[in-house]
């Protein structure tokens, strides 16, 4: 299925990355295990040399060279050259009646690895990587032996420096290995797939496919959808093709097309959420103005017989979900709002007066705060029309201005409190976003 959502990690991204987890394998291999070394072999008009080496500790492990790639429908490949690592540990040899001991210092130089890493998804939907290769070279091992006999280290110390060599490309292997899977692989599954946002809803961002590398960018479709929390059923419309716009410069970007908008508003309609009560209570304290049956017939002058100084009740509506578009110049909509008015009785039922369609232009703002997007609506141009009436006939475009009060002072104010809480991007632990610049695009 197409995505509703896209994350795009370019060149700058990865590298940015790749210096944070060069440090994590530098730190993993100074902790690189090495194991007892022993053997014995014959030298000519000497006889047979018995040693070992024990106690190996490895000092340090550098990579003061490296470099990540991305390599076109593969994955991603990182490449190490002139590493090196310093080992010290102690010596013991036994030539006949001849023993001796010691410590040793090794130095292990031009140290060459290439890691190749595979990216996929699992069946819940979450990001999976894994080491496909793995090869180390090493071509410069020197050893120093400590010790009275210097004639006899020099006759065993290439033997000594072909098993390290051995040894450590395998290890460093083995470690690199286990490091993206102890460390790499955990940490990519902080990646949510499914955010709570509230009560009511939720976002599933779970990969469609597993990631695909470019030769510029390692994108990353995601579902990208609201689901009601009670009750998850299909969306009754598809997600259309996102184009995604060829820009490489920054680190990261986030592709949101408008499924992911609307299914908020699928999400959140079918959860009740897009109905509000406006009472006089509501109504603030700097406006001149009661909801009442007092106020409301001087445009329908009927009302102040039947249901005489009453307080009153708007209980708004969409019949449908509000459906967003997205172009060059933001976002907007055009919601579909039924008004249901009623008098407060004395003994507090309602009494339903007049139902009234309400269509409006709305554009709505963008931006990212926290790593959440959030927003605010501007309600533009109201169009009222009268649906039902249980009070006789009137006049509708009287209470266009009453309805402007209402909306821009009441509605509004609430809907944008929300919209700044923001909903969660898909971020894994640990990552913070700077420097945002939302753009749209059609």
Known sequence: TNPGFVVRITQAGLDYAHQQGIAVLEK????????DISGDFRIRHVGKVRYEISRLDLRRFHLPYSRISLVPNVGLQVSISNAFAEVDGNWRVKIHFIRDHGSFDLKVENIYIKINLKLGSDTSGKPTIDTSD????ISKVRVHFSGKFGWLYNLFHSAIESRFRKILESKVCENVVSSVRRELQPYLRTLPVTARIDAMAGIDYSLVAPPTTTAQSLDVDLKGEFFSLAHRSAVPFPPLALAFPPDHDRMVYFGASSYFFNTAGFAYHGAGALVFEITDSLIPKDIDFHLNTSTFSAFIPQLEKMYPDMLMKFRLSASSAPFLNIGPGGLSLKPVVDIQAYAILPNSSLAPLFLLSLVSNVSAVIDVKSGHIVGSLKVGRMKLS???SDVGTFQVRTLQSIMNILASNILLPRLNARLDQGFPLPLPDR?????ILVRFHQ
């Open 28 to 35: 993993e291999l100074a902790h690189l295990k090495m194991p």
């Open 386 to 388: 009268l649906k039902h």
């Open 134 to 137: 793995c090869s180390t070279r």
């Open 431 to 435: 990552i913070q976003l700077s420097n």
